[in-house]
């Protein structure tokens, strides 16, 4: 068994492929999570080029919230620690779509997946000694308009960026009430924003976002600039000294008002609960 272990969501790419380069270079033994093998295989073999076995691959759509636990099976046959989980896979859709299950897509992505990931690996999380989950929030969540009895955007209106900011308002929400819920354990979990960072990201965009993609990623920072943040958070005693907060540029940020409101994060974890069919 690995002395300490980190799993990564979306680690094939972007933030994700250099949070687990980070995480590797700590030494950590790092589980690099990716959609499939055809864009994860290249990433893999880059890491292992740098740190050897101590990355390897695990599969996993989180657009499919069954595939969660068929990834939590894969890992806990090979491991019985989880010192680290990023939360970090999340992507934006031009047009309403839905997951496996059913929700719209980047609601279901971007914070179902969280929430079912951080749900299905925390009875193994609690039993790691000093664990953090960290989550990859975002600004975007400015611009959201959260609806809490509508939380598919089930209108005939659909607006990618407002969809966008509101998962991203859900994963801040989700932040604080798991540091709620997580009182009186040793776990510390924290979210951030890495930055207007040049990845793939926007590619499932449609319209003007498509069409000006290529001009915003000028002026955009590199993934490696937008990682530091979150290996802050995973890696440092100044992160561990406070739990539930949202932070960029390695600072504390208080986030919006809507970012604050504890009783909406609440009413958010019990529908998300719904959501999942899951009951504590």
């Not at 897509?105 to 999380?125: A, D």
């Not at 308002?169 to 819920?181: G, M, V, W």
Request: glycine share 10%.
């Amino acid at each position: 068994m690995a002395d300490r272990v980190c799993l990564v969501t979306g680690g094939n790419s972007g933030i994700g492929f250099e949070l687990c380069r980070g995480m590797a270079a700590a030494g950590f033994h790092v589980v690099m999570v990716s959609r499939g093998t055809e864009r994860g295989q290249p990433a893999l073999e880059k890491l292992q080029a740098e740190f050897g076995d101590s990355v390897e691959m695990m599969l996993c759509d989180m657009s499919d919230l069954d595939n969660i636990q068929k990834l939590h099976a894969e890992y806990t046959a090979k491991f019985d620690r989880l010192d680290v989980l990023f939360n970090n896979a999340g992507a934006m859709w031009g047009k309403r779509k839905l997951t496996a299950q059913g929700n719209e897509m980047t609601f279901g992505v971007n914070h179902l997946g969280y929430f079912e990931m951080t749900r299905t690996f925390l009875p193994l999380i609690k039993t790691t000694e000093g664990s953090r989950i960290i989550n990859t929030a975002s600004v975007a969540h400015r611009m959201a308009h959260l609806r809490l009895d509508n939380l598919n955007h089930e209108n005939k209106w659909y607006s990618q960026w407002r969809t966008y900011g509101n998962s991203k308002l859900c994963n801040i929400l989700f932040t604080r009430e798991l540091a709620r819920r997580l009182e009186g354990t040793s776990i510390i979990t924290h979210c951030f924003h890495p930055g207007v960072v040049r990845t793939r990201f926007g590619s499932g965009a449609s319209g003007l976002v498509w069409l000006f993609w290529p001009i915003f990623r000028v002026l955009m920072i590199n993934a490696k600039r937008g990682a530091k943040t979150g290996l802050h958070l995973a890696l440092s005693e100044d992160a561990g000294s406070s739990t539930g907060q949202f932070w960029s540029s390695m600072k504390r940020r208080k986030g919006n008002r809507h970012a604050r409101n504890d009783d909406n994060a609440t009413i958010l974890w019990e529908k998300s609960e719904e959501m999942v069919n899951v009951r504590n």
